[in-house]
């Protein structure tokens, strides 16, 4: 089909591996408008956020509502455009490209979404919604393929006898978002892109669906940009996670070390609030108060300090930039967990509570 | 000798849809405790909401629900929609999944708070107020006065399943019930919920059932924990018993339940033990073990007789052929 195989090692000329996917400094803002146009706002959804996916790598991130994580996904996609900042697959900065050039470089990088029914036209047939793309793109002839389409639901675990005639009404969640796999890997990406990609499926479901990735990532060489809520998931399906809070990245490493040793006061805090099948780890009550402030107004310096225990003046003052603590481990704080807890912050964090919408006394025991 | 708040037996719910009968709830029984957390675990259509909407009196005219549930020693099946209402609110309260949708968005909360407690008490309407923001304090809502004449699309997700929490309270009920209350919500909120409700649970001394599909919520915070499979409980015992080190799941299905859970302790890219298939058709239901299609154990036996539900060790009651060995399975540190 493509010209060449997927999950193609890119090597620059001096020979050090190239990443597949490479965003810079990305940023994302909506205007919000009053009654009559008046402009009452930005939200700035998503702020100068930058990393890399690796040939073959699946890198997580992680976000509550409100993160940005979907619209730096949809941004990364150029639907729509960011305000600023590059994004380079496969060698093209999507950023400068446009009409047929855009699509054919976005080919390679398809997309899984939340919610399959909305993401299937109900009026077609599941054998007809996986062969679209492969007509879009003006893939082989219709005999190759439906052809191919069959043995695309083959892959994701669907008989195409006996689904391929239905309509996605028919078919059940996992069935349906079973159908939109196959249908983005139909052009045989390099890169997929899953927002939210199992969260509506009930748990056993989901470990199917998940274990079906996993077979994808090997079988076809895929890498994964995976965006979930759900920490311990997204920790079992990647190489790397990155932690987003109210539109930056606060940490970004490999898995294990970040559960291990988490560096950002919030990582430590989404760990804290998972609910564990270990009772005797359960409800460490370190988890934080209140809730994220609005991204419109979004606080000065480090943007968790208002929540964070550990914050000081400077957090306020000044922005806290990405380290390196430890190899391909990054944080952006000014007080890392790896280092005591500075004496001024406790007197800070009083302060504090009387900042936008924090709630204000902590719950006791 | 405590008696149990809430006392169901052979519950039995069933409604027509197309003609066929479907057995939503077939057969539950189980009994909560003052001041203690009862879990029901199950995934979509086990059963779990249709049971406790039963016990609430909250099914549609035309649904059959047979069996018995007691609150107080007093019979709640049967009852006349009038007779209902005085014990809804009053002496149990429901918390549902979206509190956008339970809330009228254009009244005020401390007025739909307010409209709660005058429903079931003869206070007057200042009386009412007061306790109504005493209410909004109760369940950690900061400023809570100014709050008190706030909409309900000015409050986040958090603040608005809180109001709702206060209202299920106003009445001081002796039974909550929380069905997915905190699954829409981020993880670092539906942790404050749940302490919050722990805490107000001991506050105030009531039974808390906690309807869920997550495992780790039942481990994290209940006392009992009973899963429901296909209408029916496959296995129920405390917390303590199935979880952690040494927990020992009997069930095959409660097994794959906690199998399934992504794990922190999992390394990445691990695949996990699955199980094929979907829960059976309810018009349609198997002979055997509902669960018996999709179990990797199943033998003649199961296909031929469904298990009972039958107390194997004390506290500690599963229905299945051919249990799982003491702490077999997935998880990891069996070394204990």
Redesign the interface.
Known sequence: MSAEPTGARLVSANGKEEPLLSARDLVQEFVVRERGGVKAGVVQAVSSVSFDVMPGE?LGIVG??GSGKSTLARAILQAPRPKSGSVVFRGADLTTLRGRKLLDARRHMQFVFQDPFGSLDPKWHVRSIVEEPLVAYHTGNRAARRKRADDLLDLVGLDPARYGKRHPREL?G?QAQRVAIARAVALEPSLLICDEAVSSL???????V??LF?RL?TELGLSYLFIA?????V?????RVAVMYLGKLCEVGP??SM?RQPLHPYTK????????????A??A?A???G?PPSPINPPSGCRFRTRCPRATELCAAEEPKPRELATGHQVACHFPLTEPPPAEAAATAAATAAAP?????G??Q | MTESLLEVEELRVSFAAGGREVRAVDGVSFSVNSGTTLAIIGESGSGKTVSCRAIMGLLPAGTAIRGSARLRGRELIGLSDSELRRHRGSEMAMVFQDPARSLNPTMRIGIQITEAITTHRKVSKGEAQAQAIELLRLVRIPAADRRFHEYPHQLSGGMRQRVMIAMALACRPKLLIADEATTALDVTTQAQIMELLLELQQELDMALILISHDLGLAASYADEVLVMYAGKIVEQAPAARLFGRGGTVRMRYTRALLDAIPHLERPAHALLPVVSGRPPDPTALPQGCSFAPRCASAADDCLAKAPTLTEHAPGHRWACWHPCENGSGMSEGGAS
């Open positions: 699946t509550e509502t059940s996992g009930d748990v056993l479901i989901q470990a199917q998940l274990n996993e990532r809520h759900d920490l311990a998931l920790k079992q399906v990647s190489d898995g294990e559960y805090a989404l760990l804290d609030s998972i609910p564990s099948t270990e009772p005797g359960r409800r009550s988890t934080i108060q809730e919408a924090p709630a204000a006394k719950a006791g």
